[in-house]
């Protein structure tokens, strides 16, 4: 029966069907259907394909020999603005890219020559595309650009007969591969055009079992639909296991269908108590039979409900590391005796859409491990909450309390085993309770981890657990199908780095300002990127033919000559930036809060996507050519255009406070009002928003309190009260709440024209910290641990040491979650630290001089212009004069022509009358 569906695309795989010898390829599409039903879209007849720089005869025979190579054709590509010959070599199954890639892709742009004619070598120096020749020893070294130079040069010269048989080995059978590190499922996706909502049509075939969505299509055609977000299923799951023995006692689960909002738990838990001693033959497989019994169960309830999205809290390192490990202790054959840990997929847990087992993929760099269950989203409700929020504590608990006001059970995890023999029913209640709490963090209004996902794949074009793998492959996916209709090269990754300055930063003026004008610089880095033309496709070496030369000397073609691949990418990006927020506008207008809350994380996912451009192309995993000029010609010629502002305000008398790439900050004595401040402020944004570039408005604030370069706060009053605090304590994650507190409510005394009082308020914080009048709670600090072994002395670090007294104590350890302790002991190497657990009384003494120091010192930070530094906080000495941080005489000119003997002399109190 033909069909035709729109669909919002969520995952793609494939397989390789082997029928009559041969193997057939099909790619995978999962998704959701207008109407909400889940669809798997299979997609026959696209085989994987890359291309190779002018190979040799001997190479192209090898590639045209190989049983695996279905074609190769010569097609021509543009390469650094010449149209070079390459070869499009399409292969049988997507593995076997890498292969030919291990076996055949040049490594090497250097090119040694032994004893070649003088002749040669002059030719070599003249051509064009040799960087340097140098003859050491004897030997001739030839430096190229690229290694598609030293291939050319190669073939030009016939150089491999001039060459020693170790040097001719890395380049005899060798060629330069291109687009040969692409996805093979987004090779696809680009190929076809496809987005992440697209309407297919095709037969609806019977699901004999091998899919557990609600239909299965055979594409034949893909067309262009609409946008819209379909209603998900999400699951969320938690484990209860032994911590002597590591098997499961308890998986319960939850799962909330948007589309009429109901909710199905399930508990699935074993039969038996722990593990006591010794126990026979009989019992541990009994005991092994029930724990299978439990995953089996847990797999067949996940294909039943078939969720959308997994999630649950600290998944990604605890509860599918146990699923796992147990299935496959479990369930292997004897061919995989004592190799469970080295496996990369369970068979056993076939809960993929596509039935497929789990599998599991380690980051060697970094040792982050992520999990790919097809078909479904995997979002891990710590990860998202430790991204949107950064909360200083990262228990499940804590994180609850903060949210909505809820908590864990009172279980004790760390004596698991006890509780699970002393009352089962309530572990088990405690278990499903955590899995709920984990589902209600992930749809929190404040993290909305899901809809975010959803945004942002729509301007990037790709289905939503590809935009989940970072803005470098949202930034390639529009790229890449650009270049590919101008039939431009797409080369590979080179991981090559380099060191280019970054934005601006201007000279703070310190000292107590009123009524300041905040402007920020919209769309800074897109503008220049439109400006100035700038593109791999547009760089010259050619001054004559140069329109636009960077502050760094990098030159690019006009946009008449040629308008550049990612100038009209982020041209796109922003003009669909301006119908979302036009279509927002108009929502609110209609009184539809949906449908404007809806444009408004649109607009701002394309803004995200769009900024996100310039830093491409400062990172490693950049693949195009001349990438080091681009992403530092943009941030220069930023700066230039930010110090054109600064410049152009302080010419009209205008004082100029504090700004970066991000916004300015100036203030008028004759603007002296808040009407009179936004007139100004929409003056200047009018006047300096031209084209792409949009100088907007902000803020007005009533006080601004600048210290030093990036530290700074103020009181806002327009668009709404609040108050602003940059580079200051209470913005770091690893601050106490006494300091947040304590600094908070100093910023407010201080921008509220009392700073006597603010020193006052300051002092006698410190005092009291000093004699332990304080809340414990508000003393703790938390601070990530990662892998012991990743720090070269553990032993030195007081969170590391904290940790692994948790760890010791039976607590879980999840490498890059914060671990929350209690200094007892700050003056001593490594400082003396006990762990503080939820649930359970913290029974230490806190170090109150270590913690009223650290107070003092960053309260001095805001009082010492004052007369007031970290000493005399905790001392109680007196404060300086505040007549010196009239706006006439910023602050940092007092400080230097007053010693501090002489500040601490001045007896005079302060009035707001003197900062006026």
């Known amino acids: 029966m033909q069909a035709t569906f729109d669909v ?59 049983g695996d190579v279905l074609k190769v054709e010569d097609v021509k590509l543009e390469y650094k603005g010449a149209l070079e010959n390459f070869v499009k070599v399409t292969v049988r199954a997507p593995w076997l890219v890498p292969r030919f890639r291990n076996e055949y892709e040049l490594k090497h742009k250097t090119i040694t020559l032994v004893n070649p004619p003088k002749d040669l070598i002059e030719k070599i120096r003249a051509d064009p595309d040799v960087q340097e020749v140098n003859a050491p020893n004897g030997a001739v070294k030839i430096i190229t650009e690229d290694r598609v130079y030293s291939q050319k040069l190669i073939n030009r010269y016939g150089l491999l007969g001039y060459m020693d048989e170790e040097e001719r080995e890395k380049y005899a059978l060798k060629g330069v591969f291109f687009a040969a590190d692409i996805v093979f499922t987004n090779r696809f996706i680009y190929d076809m055009d496809l987005e992440t909502c697209v309407r297919v049509t095709g037969e609806v075939i019977e699901n004999s079992g091998e899919y557990t969505t609600d239909i299965v299509l055979k594409a034949s055609k893909f067309e262009k639909c609409d946008i819209f977000t379909p209603k998900l299923k999400i699951m969320s799951f938690d484990i209860e296991s032994s911590i002597k ?59 039943k409900l078939d969720p959308d999205v997994i999630t649950g809290y600290n998944i990604n390192n605890f509860d599918l590391a146990v699923l796992f490990d147990r299935a496959n202790k479990l369930f ?53 909450i430790k991204k949107e929020l950064r909360p200083k504590r990262e228990g499940l608990g804590y994180v609850s309390s903060m949210l ?72 390639e996916s529009l790229l890449i199908r650009m270049v590919d209709r101008e039939n431009v090269a797409v080369p590979m990754s080179s991981g090559e780095t ?76 922003l003009d669909s930036r301006k119908q979302a927020k036009a279509l927002m506008k108009k929502a609110k207008e209609d009184g539809d809060a949906e449908k404007a809350d809806y444009y408004n994380r649109l607009q701002n996912a394309i803004k995200i996507m769009a900024n996100a ?72 944004q009018q006047e300096f928003s031209a084209g792409n570039m949009h100088l907007e408005l902000e803020k007005v604030m009533r006080r601004f309190f600048a210290h030093a370069k990036k530290r700074y706060f103020g009181k806002i009053i327009w668009p709404e009260e609040s108050l602003l605090v940059r580079g200051y304590e209470p913005r770091r994650t690893d601050s106490f709440d006494l300091q947040s507190e304590t600094m908070t409510r100093v910023f407010q005394l201080v921008l509220d024209g009392r700073p006597d009082e603010a020193v006052k308020y300051a002092k006698d914080t410190v005092h009291d910290t000093l004699k332990g009048k304080v809340d414990l709670s508000s003393l703790v600090i938390s601070k990530s641990v990662n892998e012991f072994d990743a720090y070269d002395n553990p032993d030195s670090l007081v969170h590391v040491n904290v940790a692994r007294k948790l760890k010791d104590m039976g607590y879980d350890f999840t490498p890059g979650m914060k671990t929350p302790f209690i200094i007892t002991n700050g003056f001593v190497q490594p400082q003396k630290a ?35 530094d970290e000493r005399a906080l905790l001392q109680g000495n007196s404060q300086r004069s505040l007549e010196f941080f009239c706006e006439e005489k910023p602050v940092h000119e007092s400080i230097q022509q007053a010693s501090p003997v002489m500040a601490k002399k001045v007896k005079q109190k302060a009035t707001l009358d003197m900062f006026m």
Not at 17 to 25: I, K, L, P, S, T
Not at 648 to 673: P, Q, W
């Open 8 to 66: 919002r695309l969520l995952d793609s795989t494939y397989s390789v069907e082997h029928a009559e010898g041969a193997g057939e390829v099909i790619v995978k599409l999962f998704g959701k259907t207008r109407d909400n039903k889940s669809i798997t879209i299979l997609c026959p007849d696209f085989k994987p394909y890359f291309f190779v720089f002018e190979p040799s005869p001997e190479l192209r025979k090898a590639l045209e020999s190989s």
């Open 245 to 303: 023995h590591g098997n499961i006692y308890c998986i319960c689960l939850t799962v909330l269908n948007e589309e009429d909002g109901t909710r199905q738990d399930r508990k699935i838990f074993s039969s038996f108590g722990p593990m006591d001693g010794e126990i026979s033959a009989e019992e541990r497989k009994a005991r092994e039979d029930d724990e299978r019994r439990i995953l089996k169960e847990f797999v067949s309830e996940v294909r």
């Open 332 to 384: 292997k054959g004897p061919e995989n005796a004592g190799a469970e840990n080295k496996r990369q997929s369970c068979d056993a847990l076939n809960f993929g859409r596509d039935m497929l087992g789990m599998s599991r993929r380690e980051n060697r760099a970094t040792g982050f491990v992520t999990w790919d269950i097809k078909g479904r989203l995997i979002l891990d409700a710590w990860l998202s």
């Open 404 to 475: 909505f006001n809820d908590t864990k059970e009172n279980i004790d995890s760390s004596r698991i085993d006890e509780e699970w023999r002393a009352r089962r029913d309530e572990v088990v209640h405690y278990c499903l309770k955590d899995a709920e709490l984990a589902l209600r963090i992930l749809i929190h209004p404040r993290i909305q981890a899901i809809s975010k996902l959803m945004d942002v794949a729509i301007p990037a074009k790709l289905p939503v657990k590809e935009v989940s793998g970072g803005q470098n492959r949202m930034i």
């Open 498 to 573: 380099y060191e280019y300055e970054g934005g601006f930063v201007y000279d703070t003026k310190a000292g107590l300002w009123e009524w300041v004008i905040g402007l920020d610089f919209s769309s800074m880095y897109p503008s220049q990127i439109i400006k100035h033309n700038i593109c791999f496709t547009t760089f010259t070496r050619n001054r004559a033919e140069a329109a636009h030369i960077s502050p760094i000397g990098a030159m690019f073609v006009s946009k008449e000559k040629r308008y550049g691949i990612v100038p009209r990418m982020v041209q796109g990006l």
């Open 613 to 684: 451009t310039y830093g491409y192309f400062g990172t490693k995993f950049c693949r195009w050519p001349y990438n080091k000029y681009i992403a530092p010609s943009i941030t220069a010629w930023a700066r230039e255009e930010i110090k054109t502002v600064v410049a152009t305000l302080e010419s009209r008398g205008y004082t100029v406070i504090a700004g970066d790439t991000d916004s300015v900050f100036f203030t008028s004595k004759e603007h002296r009002d808040l009407e009179k401040c936004k007139l100004l402020g929409f003056m200047v």
């Open 834 to 868: 006990e762990p503080v657990i939820e649930g359970v009384e913290f029974t230490a003494r806190p170090d109150f001089r270590y913690y009223a120091e650290r107070l003092a010192m960053a309260l001095a930070r805001i009082t010492e212009p004052f007369g007031c």
